[in-house]
């Protein structure tokens, strides 16, 4: 095989592969959050915060897994940014009003993931519905005999 006699150089050695093997275990875990993300034809924003709360935890365990501990500095830099996402994620209350919009999901994520937040993330809700009504009360308002 004249045509391949050039890669005879460039041939991984045995921790080369194993390194590699480390990387395609360690980004499991965001491309399974990736594909929930992008399996529907209209992905849906209700789907982003337990995708990605998932992807976070599953990546906090391979990183303070003693079994594979070469994991834990490839994986801090990357779940430092990632926290720091989150909490952006979870200030924004669009993200808790799809989830509690859509009708699989209401409050079923909430109850299961963040016990401590069930009544301020109801009453976010409550606000944004109140801010809602008070906005639109006026264009929603059907005639009546009085007014017409």
């Not at 991984?12 to 499991?28: I, K």
Request: net charge negative; proline share 6%; glycine share 2%.
């Amino acid at each position: 095989m004249p045509w391949n006699i050039n890669l005879v150089l460039e041939k991984l050695e045995q921790m080369h592969w194993e390194v590699l093997q480390d990387l395609e275990f360690a980004l499991q875990a965001p491309a399974m959050a990736h594909h929930t993300m992008t399996s529907e034809c209209i992905p849906l924003l209700s789907g982003a915060l337990p995708a990605y709360e998932t992807f976070l935890k599953q990546w906090k365990r391979i990183s303070m897994s003693s079994v594979n501990p070469q994991f834990s500095p490839l994986l801090k830099e990357g779940l430092a940014h990632g926290e720091q996402y989150h909490k952006h994620m979870h200030a924004n209350k669009a993200y808790v009003f799809v989830m509690f919009a859509h009708p699989s999901i209401r409050f079923s994520w909430v109850e299961h993931k963040w016990c401590n937040e069930i009544s301020s993330v109801k009453a976010s809700i409550l606000e944004l519905m109140q801010e809602y009504h008070m906005k639109y009360a006026d264009d929603n308002a059907q005639p009546t005999p009085t007014t017409m």
